[in-house]
């Protein structure tokens, strides 16, 4: 073999290994994706986070040319499912769409070992949702000034239902019951699916959820809204009042929902998904099926998502409520 031969080998050789050594696959964000996506969703099927996900994976099949496979991992208040996807090769083949509950467990939950604004990479800040009271058709219940007379009448005898402990569900019931001065019991699901049955069959009382989840139930007939979460009306339901207006001024309060993908994600795969996604976003008709379900656009890139994450209001009201899951 000559001298030349065996410097060209040896060139190559140190050019492979420089390349993989500092974790560098030029075919992964040349090519990405070349095989279907998995959206991880921490929440059972049903409620808006599910509903969005469903939407998202169209817009990445359409736009990225690969499906986008929605799995429901619920547990723990949201824990399993966005751990697992923390600890999944960060190559944007796995994603979490979440809600406010990724920045509130760790106020609320040892088990959440994770920081919000380093474990994961904010992809994209999507919508935000403001949320309905609703009670179940079978209460005597018609109006908010109606449930809060009947839950000081009877301390303890209402039940409100939630999508988890730490959910935007969860903290939107007990900042009423600070603010109504009032005491109701909180039930807990593992995702809104389950909680808006259980409050359409009557066996809960209530329930704050968003127009997504909960609007099948008041045209169905087995939810009665009472109030919406923040001042504006919504364009779906616009009798329906702000629940500012009705007796408790300053409630205001809605959830958000975002993508995110596991930590150290290279930049070209993270453009991909961004691209994607603002151009999604640019189109009319994508954004009026949002808001027709009553989604607020959000539609924020990475270093903003980041930003509100470290400056989420939903938790400031777990830290003020001083809510603490039980070990």
């Known amino acids: 073999m000559s001298i030349q031969l065996q410097h060209a080998i040896r060139f190559f050789i140190g050019l492979f290994s420089l390349a993989f050594g500092a974790g560098i696959n030029p075919a992964m964000a040349a090519d990405y994706p070349v095989k279907p996506l998995h959206i991880i969703v921490p929440f059972a099927p049903g409620g808006s986070t599910d509903v969005l996900a469903r939407i998202i994976s169209e817009t990445f099949n359409q736009r990225l040319g690969q499906p986008a496979l929605v799995e429901n991992r619920p547990g723990a208040s949201t824990i399993v499912g966005t751990e697992s996807v923390a600890r ?33 990479q904010p992809v994209y800040l999507l919508v935000t949702v403001p949320h309905i009271l609703a009670v179940s058709a079978t209460a005597p219940i018609k109006s908010v000034s109606e449930l809060v007379a009947l839950a000081k009448s009877k301390p303890g005898s209402l039940n409100y239902a939630s999508s988890g402990i730490g959910t935007s569900t969860h903290l939107e019931a007990e900042m009423f019951k600070r603010m109504a001065a009032v005491d109701i019991t909180h039930v807990s699901y593992n995702g809104a699916g389950p909680a808006i049955n259980d409050v359409m069959s009557g066996q809960v009382q209530m329930i704050f959820g968003s127009l997504a989840a909960l609007m099948p139930g008041v045209q169905a007939g087995k939810l009665r809204p009472l109030g919406v979460t923040i001042k504006a009306q919504l364009s779906a ?15 205001v309060v809605s959830d958000w929902l975002g993508l995110l993908a596991p930590a150290k994600i290279d930049a070209a795969t993270l ?52 809510i603490q899951l039980a070990d």
């Open 88 to 120: 999944a090769a960060p190559d944007g083949y796995t994603l979490l769409l979440t809600s406010s509950s990724y920045t509130v467990n760790p106020v609320i939950n040892k088990r959440a070992r994770y920081d919000p604004t380093r474990e994961m």
């Open 271 to 322: 453009s991909r998904l961004t691209d994607a996604l603002d151009k999604s976003f640019a189109d009319s008709k994508f954004v009026a099926r949002l808001t027709d379900l009553g989604f607020t656009i959000a539609a924020l890139p990475p270093a903003q998502f980041l930003t509100m994450l470290r400056n989420d209001p939903l938790a400031q009201v777990a830290r003020d409520a001083a």
């Open 237 to 251: 339901l616009p009798e329906l009042q702000p629940i500012a207006s009705m007796g408790l001024p300053g409630y």
